[in-house]
């Protein structure tokens, strides 16, 4: 399953139609943002779908929440659309698949970079196939740390409480980077060139990057250091010498 993932994930990474249209309306905008995502949907859902029969699929990359009973492949078809469509290489495909409630499977490909993640729950995390771990760092003041803005949200409360955790995480970290696409910087966190990612949501695109981060040996709660889960309300994400030090920072914001 997972080599057949792995393929459909490389073909459809070929098939961008509009790297580095930068379109320059809203209207355009969002059309471009269409056309990539539906052909890579093109590739993967009968690829998919035909390696697992009956399993069900969901595009839903802004989604949250609890999922159905069975198998469910969890689609972000093209993860950091925007830098995509603007000719900058921080874009992937990312798929994971979920059972029963449970990831057990994900992959995210970075076309430009020609690099692919991937894991399966209980057997770690690989990066072109040779195994990735997290930072051995246990001194939050030299940390690498970052958060994303997932969807864009112009409410009032939610950007004081998202620039006060960066402001928080300023005073105790080396450096903080808050930049898109959240998968992006699972990644460097899972291959350790980055040592922690916080976020206040907990969206279907994140799926396969918090599973890899998990593979690699992230340690992933939510704000009251319970294990993260899919219901959870958002996460931190960090190795495992930082994070107790770095859930200080962030508990009292959540």
Do not use: C
Not at 102 to 120: C, D, I, K, Q
Not at 144 to 165: E, F
Request: hydrophobic fraction near 45%; charge should be negative.
């Amino acid at each position: 399953m997972l080599e057949a993932t792995i393929t459909a994930v490389h073909e459809a990474g070929q098939q961008l139609p509009l790297i580095g249209s930068r379109p320059s309306t809203a209207e355009a905008l969002m059309a471009a943002l269409r056309v990539n995502d539906d052909a890579v949907t093109a590739v993967l859902r009968p690829a998919l779908t035909a390696a697992l029969p009956g399993s069900g699929w969901n595009t839903d990359e802004h989604g949250a929440g609890a999922m159905p009973d069975g198998d469910w492949w969890v689609v972000d078809p093209v993860g950091g659309n925007l830098h995509a469509l603007y000719g900058m290489a921080d874009w992937n495909i990312g798929v994971s698949l979920v059972r029963d409630g449970r990831p057990v499977l994900a992959v995210l490909h970075f076309p430009a970079a020609g690099e692919t993640f991937t894991a399966v729950a209980g057997q770690g995390a690989l990066l072109n196939g040779v195994p990735t771990h997290v930072s051995e760092k246990t001194d939050l003041s030299v940390a690498l740390a970052g958060t994303g803005q997932a969807k864009p949200n112009r409410d009032p409360a939610n950007a004081q409480r998202v620039g006060a955790a960066i402001a928080a995480m300023m005073q105790n970290a080396l450096y903080v980077r808050a930049s898109v696409p959240v998968s992006h910087q699972l990644a460097q966190v899972a291959a350790g060139r980055m040592d922690l990612h916080w976020q206040f949501d907990n969206l279907r695109s994140h799926i396969a990057p918090v599973l890899i981060a998990q593979e690699a040996g992230a340690t992933v709660t939510d704000f009251d250091g319970k294990p993260w889960q899919l219901t959870s309300d958002g996460y931190l994400a960090a190795a495992p010498g930082l994070h107790a030090a770095a859930l200080d920072v962030l508990r009292p914001l959540r």
